[in-house]
């Protein structure tokens, strides 16, 4: 079809030049109003739209609005928004915790009941469909002058190597040089003592104390009741051996900034069903923990803050979906709270260096590829900015088979002005990969938003130059990045600038959803507190504004690894490539779901066939979807294929 100005569009065009015209005679002021006249009349012109895209808002409910903090894209075509307390302090305080399944298709808004706060919860798309979601906040931060009672970690010592001991939360600790008293927040486990032998002569040593973390806190409020150095504890409430083997020992327990804690709580969301299921927890509390898929189907936990408000000392697990379980991996791997890590073709994992914050600024920090099989780590060099990885996005660039990884921008550690502009690529297939830098962005980018697209390209959105959008600092500017050419193209601008707690995905129909955003402040002077932006917009892209896309209809719903399935379609002729798509699950700029696997394709007589790789570590099992694009570059709606 071809594209005609609408009766909207004429008036908005003899408006903006009227207007713009009388500006010129009446002042500043009125010439901005033109300006802004004169740009939407632009926006809206069907040429534009078709060269740069165009953004519109969700018209989303007023009951239906939430912090988004999440987001996932569901094989039922539906999308998952959770919040839980929404980083508000009020609604954890209240147990109100939020998820909202949005169906873009109707755009019908569902509530969903939501057990625990998974605000700040890691989460992957597994085999069956299902979403897995682990972690999230048992208690907010309190910074440094909101903190009332002395406290910290507790580390409690068993030396008996013939059972473990159970402390209930309430357990006292009195110090044995300083003489004060603090209590235990939550009951602990803490194993029994390990007896080492000589290896040569077989004679006992010693006992290993078995360890507990616990967090404990002083009964009464001030200053006073801060500990000084380190010290050992007695437990009064222990009697005989007990009391003998089990003490607690802690370094000073202050009046300093406590940071949030995690919870061990896992769930599976059921798309079918819409609601989540319980499974065992963790071993160990995750609060900005990452959930990697393996290539098995098995899911990898790292990192995160635990219930103390500590990084996990490298305690890395794996969640079984068959038995649903979890189970130490035996080894450690200190990283960062949420640090990008994705599976290779190889089976191994490359951890691109991207991450979320919290962890010191030198552990964990380099990108490498990380072989499980024996927790060897070959560090990747040539990383520009190598010290504003902090809030940087990541992405394995289209086709998947290329093993090509792109680094778009982020920022210092913590709460750092500093910001790279920045774009670095690697080829993890290279015999001694190098990080190199590709093209720049205009700014130094905090938090940037990256979807990958049906066509090949990336669409990077959003961000901003100061931690937290800090000095009216976010950027309303879009990207494509296009792998082949190696260059970033100007789009349409979004309406709203967006950083930290945003996040964008790709849907179904070829769209994205943007949403999201947390700016600390709501001024340039940064004096007025920041409101979240629970105003969700959607980008419709380029190939959207052509006169034709191609279809598919007919086909099977289920492709085995290394088998073929054949489409019919109309438009076979024009077809040209075919791209599986893994649905994104995305929070704080990490999204290691998302991958676009080439497929073979072939021509039939009304219709095409594609084949599915055989590589279990690029095809992960689970539903995607699947786009094919013409010779124009205009992709199909998608169909959703298993790959079991």
Same mark, same amino acid.
């Given at each position: 079809?071809?594209?005609?100005?609408?009766?909207?569009?004429?008036?908005?065009?003899?408006?903006?030049?009227?207007?713009? +015209?009388?500006?010129?005679?009446?002042?500043?002021?009125?010439?901005?109003?033109?300006? &802004?006249?004169?740009?939407?009349?632009?926006?809206?012109?069907?040429?534009?739209?078709?060269?740069?895209?165009?953004?519109?808002?969700?018209?989303?409910?007023?009951?239906?609005?939430?912090?988004?903090?999440?987001?996932?894209?569901?094989?039922?075509?539906?999308?998952?928004?959770?919040?839980?307390?929404?980083?508000?302090?009020?609604?954890?305080?209240?147990?109100?915790?939020?998820?909202?399944?949005?169906?873009?298709?109707?755009?019908?808004?569902?509530?969903?009941?939501?057990?625990?706060?998974?605000?700040?919860?890691? @989460?992957?798309?597994? =085999?069956?469909?299902?979403?897995?979601?682990?972690?999230?906040?048992?208690?907010?931060?309190?910074? %440094?002058?909101?903190?009332?009672?002395?406290?910290?970690?507790?580390?409690? @010592?068993?030396?008996?190597?013939?059972?473990?001991?159970?402390?209930?939360?309430?357990? !006292?600790?009195?110090?044995?040089?300083?003489?004060?008293?603090?209590?235990?927040?939550?009951?602990?486990?803490?194993?029994?003592?390990?007896?080492?032998?000589?290896?040569?002569?077989?004679?006992?040593?010693?006992?290993?104390?078995?360890?507990?973390?616990?967090?404990?806190?002083?009964?009464?409020?001030?200053?006073?009741?801060?500990?000084?150095?380190?010290?050992?504890? +007695?437990?009064?409430?222990?009697?005989?051996?007990?009391?003998?083997?089990?003490?607690?020992?802690?370094?000073?327990?202050?009046?300093?900034?406590?940071?949030?804690?995690?919870?061990?709580?896992?769930?599976?969301?059921?798309?079918?069903?819409?609601?989540?299921?319980?499974?065992?927890?963790?071993?160990?509390?995750?609060?900005?923990?990452?959930?990697?898929?393996?290539?098995?189907?098995?899911?990898?936990?790292?990192?995160?803050?635990?219930?103390?408000?500590?990084?996990?000392?490298?305690?890395?697990?794996?969640?079984?979906?068959?038995?649903?379980?979890?189970?130490?991996? #035996?080894?450690?791997?200190?990283?960062?709270?949420?640090?990008?890590?994705?599976?290779?073709?190889?089976? /191994?994992?490359? $951890?691109?260096?991207?991450?979320?914050?919290?962890?010191?600024?030198?552990? #964990?920090?380099?990108?490498?590829?990380?072989?499980?099989?024996?927790?060897?780590?070959?560090?990747?060099?040539?990383?520009?900015?190598?010290?504003?990885?902090?809030?940087?996005?990541?992405?394995?660039?289209?086709?998947?088979?290329?093993?090509?990884?792109?680094?778009?921008?982020?920022? =210092? !550690?913590? %709460?750092? %002005?500093?910001?790279?502009?920045?774009?670095?690529?690697?080829?993890?297939?290279?015999?001694?990969?190098?990080?190199?830098?590709?093209?720049?962005?205009?700014?130094?980018?905090?938090?940037?938003?990256?979807?990958?697209?049906?066509?090949?390209?990336?669409?990077?959105?959003?961000?901003?130059?100061? $931690?937290?959008?800090?000095?009216?600092?976010?950027?309303?500017?879009?990207?494509?990045?296009?792998?082949?050419?190696?260059?970033?193209?100007?789009?349409?601008?979004?309406?709203? =600038?967006?950083?930290?707690?945003?996040?964008? !995905?790709?849907?179904?129909?070829?769209?994205?959803?943007?949403?999201?955003?947390?700016?600390?402040?709501?001024?340039?002077?940064?004096?007025?507190?920041?409101?979240?932006?629970?105003?969700? &917009?959607?980008?419709?892209?380029?190939?959207?504004?052509?006169?034709?896309?191609?279809?598919?209809?007919? =086909?099977?719903?289920?492709?085995?690894?290394?088998?073929?399935?054949?489409?019919?379609?109309?438009?076979?002729?024009?077809? /040209?490539?075919?791209?599986?798509?893994?649905?994104?699950?995305?929070?704080?700029?990490?999204?290691?779901?998302?991958?676009?696997?080439?497929?073979?394709?072939?021509?039939?007589?009304?219709?095409?066939?594609?084949?599915?790789?055989?590589?279990?570590?690029?095809?992960?099992?689970?539903?995607?979807?699947?786009?094919?694009?013409?010779?124009? #570059?205009?992709?199909? &709606?998608?169909?959703?294929?298993?790959?079991?």
């Amino acid at each position: 079809m071809s594209f005609r100005p609408s009766r909207r569009a004429k008036r908005l065009s003899i408006t903006a030049a009227v207007v713009v +015209a009388v500006a010129a005679f009446n002042g500043p002021a009125l010439y901005r109003f033109g300006s &802004e006249q004169y740009h939407e009349y632009k926006i809206n012109r069907p040429e534009y739209k078709a060269e740069n895209g165009h953004w519109d808002f969700l018209d989303v409910p007023t009951d239906k609005k939430i912090n988004t903090i999440h987001s996932a894209l569901l094989h039922t075509g539906k999308v998952l928004l959770i919040a839980g307390s929404g980083n508000n302090q009020k609604n954890f305080d209240a147990g109100k915790f939020e998820s909202v399944l949005w169906d873009p298709k109707n755009n019908t808004y569902k509530m969903i009941k939501t057990p625990k706060d998974m605000f700040c919860s890691g @989460h992957t798309q597994l =085999g069956d469909g299902k979403l897995l979601v682990a972690g999230g906040t048992k208690r907010y931060e309190k910074l %440094e002058g909101d903190v009332t009672k002395a406290g910290g970690l507790m580390v409690v @010592h068993n030396e008996n190597p013939d059972k473990p001991i159970t402390l209930p939360a309430g357990t !006292v600790f009195k110090g044995k040089k300083n003489g004060k008293t603090y209590v235990s927040k939550d009951p602990v486990l803490v194993e029994k003592a390990t007896k080492v032998f000589d290896k040569a002569t077989g004679k006992f040593l010693r006992n290993n104390p078995g360890l507990g973390r616990i967090y404990v806190e002083a009964k009464q409020s001030g200053k006073q009741y801060e500990s000084g150095a380190q010290d050992n504890y +007695a437990i009064p409430s222990l009697t005989g051996k007990d009391a003998q083997n089990t003490y607690g020992v802690a370094e000073k327990l202050a009046l300093d900034k406590k940071d949030f804690q995690g919870i061990r709580e896992a769930y599976e969301f059921d798309p079918v069903a819409e609601k989540y299921i319980t499974v065992d927890p963790m071993n160990e509390a995750r609060w900005y923990p990452s959930l990697t898929t393996l290539k098995d189907g098995k899911v990898l936990a790292t990192s995160g803050l635990d219930d103390i408000g500590q990084i996990v000392p490298g305690k890395d697990e794996i969640y079984d979906p068959k038995t649903k379980t979890w189970k130490y991996t #035996g080894f450690e791997r200190r990283l960062p709270t949420y640090p990008s890590l994705f599976t290779l073709n190889s089976g /191994k994992l490359i $951890y691109t260096g991207s991450n979320a914050g919290y962890g010191p600024a030198d552990v #964990g920090r380099e990108p490498g590829i990380w072989d499980l099989s024996n927790n060897s780590f070959k560090k990747i060099p040539g990383m520009s900015d190598p010290d504003q990885l902090e809030t940087s996005a990541s992405v394995m660039l289209p086709p998947a088979q290329d093993q090509r990884f792109m680094v778009i921008g982020g920022g =210092g !550690v913590g %709460e750092s %002005e500093k910001s790279s502009e920045k774009t670095r690529l690697v080829d993890a297939d290279d015999a001694n990969p190098t990080f190199k830098d590709g093209p720049s962005l205009d700014k130094g980018t905090r938090y940037p938003s990256a979807s990958l697209m049906p066509d090949d390209t990336v669409l990077i959105t959003g961000g901003s130059e100061d $931690y937290r959008g800090r000095s009216d600092s976010n950027i309303k500017e879009a990207r494509s990045f296009d792998p082949k050419t190696n260059k970033l193209k100007r789009l349409a601008d979004p309406a709203v =600038g967006r950083n930290y707690h945003s996040s964008s !995905v790709l849907l179904p129909d070829g769209r994205v959803m943007v949403a999201g955003s947390d700016s600390l402040y709501a001024d340039k002077a940064n004096t007025r507190p920041g409101v979240f932006e629970q105003r969700i &917009e959607i980008y419709t892209p380029p190939y959207l504004y052509r006169d034709s896309r191609p279809k598919l209809n007919d =086909g099977p719903k289920k492709i085995a690894r290394g088998a073929s399935g054949t489409f019919t379609s109309q438009h076979a002729s024009s077809i /040209k490539s075919a791209r599986l798509m893994r649905p994104s699950a995305v929070t704080h700029m990490t999204d290691m779901d998302q991958r676009s696997i080439a497929l073979d394709l072939k021509k039939t007589a009304d219709g095409i066939t594609v084949t599915v790789p055989e590589n279990r570590s690029l095809v992960p099992s689970g539903y995607y979807m699947l786009f094919v694009t013409d010779d124009q #570059g205009t992709p199909s &709606e998608a169909v959703w294929v298993e790959v079991p």
